[in-house]
T-cell receptor, first 111, second 116 residues
């Protein structure tokens, strides 16, 4: 069983819509990471969270440590936001600094 | 400079070939990672170097051989690969010792490997 669950698996939105991706984890962690991967490969680290909320441009990430849940929000979505968004956690006991990845959410934003 | 570079971008090799993948970073990071990623799957950790020493080998077959010649450079030597080894190979680096789970990992663009 994967300790990191993401939903939805796939999401299609029209340009301008508000998008939410959810991530739940089942163990204690030190940090939660949101990553973005465009077609063609490279992964970009968007946020690292250990509590509260972070904002960067149109992206907002929140985490609720007690509920073991995080959300990534994209406001005023744009076709260039089309990518796979991956939630990952670190600091799981006995796993050192390894990242435990969720399965990813494929986001498609249509014009 | 917050960039991790990888060469080549694409590689096609036969099962009897020997080739190498290269990864470089100039951010002063002391932990470097190799990941393998199959289509529509998340990355899988292969190796971790911390302060130029191999810290983690995730039971990777010996046909993959990592090397960290210095703190900026990470190589992955490939020999006698199988078609199922075709994947995107990603390199990453992070600031401090590998055991720090609060470090952000910076990923390179990857090498798309095809084994014929």
């Amino acid at each position: 069983k994967n300790e990191v669950e993401q939903s939805p698996q796939n999401l299609t939105a029209q340009e301008g819509e508000f998008i939410t991706i959810n991530c739940s984890y089942s163990v204690g962690i030190s940090a939660l990471h949101w990553l973005q991967q465009h077609p063609g490969g490279g992964i970009v680290s968007l946020f690292m969270l250990s509590s509260g909320k972070k904002k960067h441009g149109r992206l907002i990430a929140t985490i609720n440590i007690q509920e073991k849940h995080s959300s990534l929000h994209i406001t005023a979505s744009h076709p260039r936001d089309s990518a796979v968004y991956i939630c990952a956690v670190s600091g799981i006991p006995d796993s050192w600094g390894k990242l435990q990845f969720g399965a990813g959410t494929q986001v498609v934003v249509t014009p | 400079d917050t960039e991790v570079t990888q060469t080549p971008k694409h590689l096609v090799m036969g099962m009897t070939n020997k080739k190498s993948l290269k990864c470089e970073q100039h951010m002063g990071h002391r932990a470097m990672y190799w990941y393998k990623q199959k289509a529509k799957k998340p990355p899988e950790l292969m190796f971790v170097y911390s302060y130029e020493k191999l810290s983690i080998n995730e039971s990777v077959p010996s046909r993959f051989s990592p090397e960290c010649p210095n703190s900026s450079l990470l190589n992955l030597h490939l020999h006698a690969l199988q078609p199922e080894d075709s994947a995107l190979y990603l390199c990453a680096s992070s600031h401090g010792r590998f055991a720090n789970p609060a470090d952000t990992q910076y990923f390179g663009p990857g090498t798309r490997l095809t084994v014929l």
